[in-house]
């Protein structure tokens, strides 16, 4: 069955940088897009990067210019290269993927099928 397993989450100083992977097993990682997600405490789940099947990259304005997504479909993974963190990105990170109803890509949770557990990013002095 489809499987996600993030990995390289963690105790970060405000302007470090983290790299998180998602490895994907069980279905044709390279005929779908994957996206990244994050949860802080309190607050709704929220989508931070996606990645389509033809590598297009699309980014949260909170994000834009520090996180830079990237698949590599030989490893069956995607990563998420986190730089200039702020203590407003520590959250739970979770990557999903899904046929997204249809759409080559998406920010929006609910159209996401299959979801990882997450790994915990934590910014702070």
């Known amino acids: 069955q489809v499987q996600l397993v993030e990995s390289g989450g963690g105790l970060v100083q405000p302007g470090g940088s983290l790299r998180l992977s998602c490895v994907a097993s069980?279905?044709?990682?390279?005929?779908?897009?994957i996206g990244w997600f994050r949860q802080a405490p309190g607050k709704g789940r929220e989508g931070v990067s996606c990645?389509?099947?033809?590598?297009?990259?699309y980014y949260d304005d909170s994000v834009k210019g520090r996180f830079t997504i990237s698949r590599d479909n030989a490893k069956n993974t995607v990563y998420l290269q986190m730089n200039s963190l702020k203590p407003d990105d520590t959250a739970v990170y979770y990557c999903?993927?899904?046929?997204?109803?249809?759409?080559?890509?998406?920010?929006?949770?609910?159209?996401?099928?299959?979801w990882g557990r997450g790994t915990q990013v934590t910014v702070s002095s």
């Open positions: 999903a993927t899904g046929d997204l109803h249809g759409s080559s890509w998406s920010l929006v949770p609910g159209r996401y099928d299959y």
């Open positions: 990645i389509s099947r033809d590598g297009t990259t």
């Open positions: 069980g279905y044709p990682m390279e005929n779908y897009p």
